[in-house]
C-alpha cells in the first residue's frame, strides 16, 4: 500500500485546483508568418498568467494540399467543437482548385454570428490622419452576401442571392448594443443601403430601429453606407460602435484598420452562441515567413479578446497596457517603424519579449485601458415571433430570351394569361421595360416577368404551375421563379425600378 504524505496530497489537490481554473483553448498555427506570430503570443501570454491549456490542430495550406477542399479535418472540427474556444493564425488557401475559405467555413458552420474589430489609432506613435480615432465595427458573420448562393442564369447573366434574416438582424444588433453597453461606449450607429434594398437592408435597418429602443441610455443613429462611409473615412471620430450587414461591415472593418494605423494591428473577434474564434484581421504574409520580422500585435488584439471573452479580463487589462507602453516606447517592427517616431526597430520575439518587460507597466501618453468585469457580453436568445398572415399574390417568372424588342416578349407571354392571372410588368436588370418602357434602356437576355392575381386577389400555386406547363409547350426558356407574397396584408417584394 502507497503512503501518500499530507504534502503530497496537498500538491495533488492543488494540482487540481489549478487545472480546474484552467481554459482549454484550441490553437492553429497557420501557414506564412502565423507559427512565429503564434510562438510570440503564446509567449507573452503564459508571461501574464492566462491560465489557458492549449490543444493545438492543423488547418490551412497543408490540409488543402493533402487533398482536403475545406482545409480542415473532421477531427480538427471535433477539437474546436470540444474546447470552444478558437485562437488561430493566418492561413494560406491555396489559388484555384476550388479552394472554399476556411475563415468563411469556420464562422457559418459553428454559428458565429459576430465579429468585433476595434479600430483605435495610436497618435504619435504609429501614423495616422486621424489621431483620435476610437472606433469598434461590428458585422454581421453569417448571411447577406456570404451566403455564396449563386448561379449562371443565361449566357449573359449571374446571380447572387443576398439573404437577410429577422434573427440573423436581431442576433447582431442586440450584440451590438450589449457590447457597448459592457464597453461603456456612447452611441451605435447602424450603415445599410435601404434607399436602394428595401427588402433586405431595409429590414436590418427596421430592426435596429425597433432594438434600439430598448437602450435609451445609448445614442442610435442611421447613415446609408455610402455616405456614411466616407464620413467614416474623413471624421473617424464622429463614430464609436457601427453595427452592418456582412458585406459592408468585411469592407469598412479593413478600411477602418488602415486609416487607425495599419491592418497590421488590428484583432478580430468572431463570437457565437456557443463558440468564438480570435485572430489577426491580416493574412499569412508567406513572403515574409521565417525571417523574425512579423508584427505579432494583431493575433495578440485577438488574444487579449479572447481573454475578456472568456472571463480573464485582469489578465487582458496587463497585456494591452504592456502592449501600448512597448508601441509607446517606440519599439517597433519593421511594419510600423518609423525614423523620428520610433526608436527601435526589432523582430518578433523582440517585439514580445519587450511586451513581456513591460507586464505591470502603463503606458503614460496613450490611454490605459481598465475591462473590470462588464466585458462579459450577453449573447442573446432568438425567439421566433408568431406568424403572419401570409398569401401568394403572384410570381416574378425569369426567362432566358435572346430578343430585342420587350413588346415582342410580352405578346408571347400574355398568352399565358389565365383567369387568375395576368402578365403585369416585365423587367431587365431591375429596370421596367414593359409597359411604356423605354427605347434607350440596355437590355440582357435576362428578363423578370411578373404576373399578379387579377384585381390584386391572392393566386394558387396551382396557377404557377399551369404558367410554367404552358411556357414548355410555347417553347418559353423559364430558368427560375420567384413568388410574391403579402404579410399581414403588406406587400413583401420589390416594384419595379420605374413602376
Request: aromatic share 8%; hydrophobic share 35%; glycine share 8%.
Amino acid at each position: 500500500m502507497i503512503d501518500i504524505t499530507a504534502t503530497q496530497r496537498k500538491e495533488k489537490t492543488n494540482a487540481q485546483l489549478e487545472q480546474q481554473r484552467m481554459t482549454k483553448i484550441t490553437i492553429a498555427r497557420g501557414d506564412g508568418i502565423g507559427p512565429e506570430i503564434m510562438d510570440a503570443t503564446l509567449s507573452i501570454l503564459e508571461a501574464a498568467g492566462a491560465e489557458i491549456e492549449t490543444e493545438e490542430i492543423e488547418v490551412g495550406e497543408k490540409v488543402y494540399l493533402s487533398g482536403n477542399s475545406a482545409g480542415i479535418s473532421n477531427e480538427a472540427w471535433e477539437v474546436i467543437r470540444r474546447n470552444k474556444i478558437f485562437l488561430k493564425a493566418p492561413i494560406t488557401t491555396p489559388q484555384g482548385g476550388g479552394y472554399k475559405s476556411l475563415n468563411v467555413t469556420t464562422r457559418k458552420s459553428l454559428g458565429l454570428f459576430a465579429n468585433v474589430r476595434p479600430c483605435t489609432s495610436l497618435h504619435p506613435f504609429v501614423s495616422t490622419k486621424h489621431p483620435n480615432m476610437d472606433v469598434v465595427i461590428i458585422r454581421e458573420n453569417e448571411e447577406d452576401l456570404y451566403a455564396g448562393i449563386e448561379h449562371q442564369q443565361t449566357q449573359e447573366v449571374v446571380q447572387c442571392l443576398k439573404l437577410i434574416s429577422v434573427p440573423g438582424c436581431k442576433k447582431i444588433i442586440r450584440y451590438a448594443f450589449e457590447y457597448a453597453t459592457a464597453y461603456d461606449r456612447k452611441k451605435v450607429t447602424c450603415f445599410t443601403k435601404d434607399n436602394i434594398m428595401k427588402q433586405t437592408d431595409g429590414l436590418f435597418h427596421k430592426v435596429f430601429d425597433e432594438i434600439a429602443m430598448d437602450y435609451p441610455q445609448i445614442e442610435s443613429e442611421h447613415w446609408i453606407v455610402d455616405i456614411g462611409a466616407a464620413k467614416l473615412a474623413d471624421t473617424p471620430e464622429a463614430f464609436d460602435v457601427v453595427v452592418m450587414p456582412n458585406l459592408y461591415g468585411d469592407v469598412l472593418s479593413d478600411v477602418s484598420a488602415q486609416i487607425a494605423g495599419s491592418v497590421g494591428l488590428a484583432g478580430s473577434a468572431n463570437i457565437g452562441k456557443e463558440c468564438a474564434m480570435f485572430e489577426a484581421i491580416h493574412g499569412s504574409a508567406p513572403r515574409r515567413a521565417g525571417q523574425n520580422m512579423a508584427n505579432p500585435s494583431g493575433l495578440l488584439q485577438g488574444a487579449i479578446m479572447m481573454l475578456n471573452h472568456i472571463g480573464q479580463s485582469a489578465v487582458a487589462e496587463k497585456i494591452q497596457n504592456a502592449w501600448l507602453k512597448t508601441i509607446e516606447d517606440g519599439v517597433h517592427t519593421y511594419d510600423i517603424y518609423k525614423e523620428g517616431i520610433s526608436k527601435q526597430k526589432v523582430g518578433t520575439k523582440e517585439f514580445a519579449q519587450a511586451v513581456i518587460d513591460n507586464l505591470g507597466e502603463n503606458p503614460n501618453t496613450l490611454s490605459a485601458v481598465s475591462y473590470g468585469d462588464e466585458t462579459l457580453i450577453h449573447i442573446p436568445h432568438y425567439q421566433r415571433q408568431k406568424a403572419p398572415k401570409k398569401e401568394l399574390v403572384g410570381v416574378d417568372i425569369f426567362v432566358d430570351w435572346g430578343g430585342e424588342y420587350p413588346g415582342d416578349l410580352a405578346h408571347k407571354l400574355q398568352m399565358l394569361n389565365n383567369d387568375s392571372v395576368e402578365l403585369t410588368m416585365i423587367t431587365n436588370r431591375g429596370v421596367k421595360v414593359w409597359p411604356n418602357g423605354f427605347d434607350e434602356t440596355f437590355c440582357t437576355d435576362h428578363w423578370r416577368c411578373r404576373f399578379t392575381g387579377k384585381k390584386e386577389k391572392q393566386i394558387d400555386k396551382k396557377d404557377i404551375v399551369s404558367i410554367l406547363q404552358q411556357s414548355i409547350l410555347m417553347e418559353i426558356d423559364t430558368i427560375k421563379t420567384e413568388n410574391l407574397y403579402t404579410f399581414d396584408g403588406n406587400r413583401a417584394y420589390s416594384l419595379g425600378q420605374g413602376q
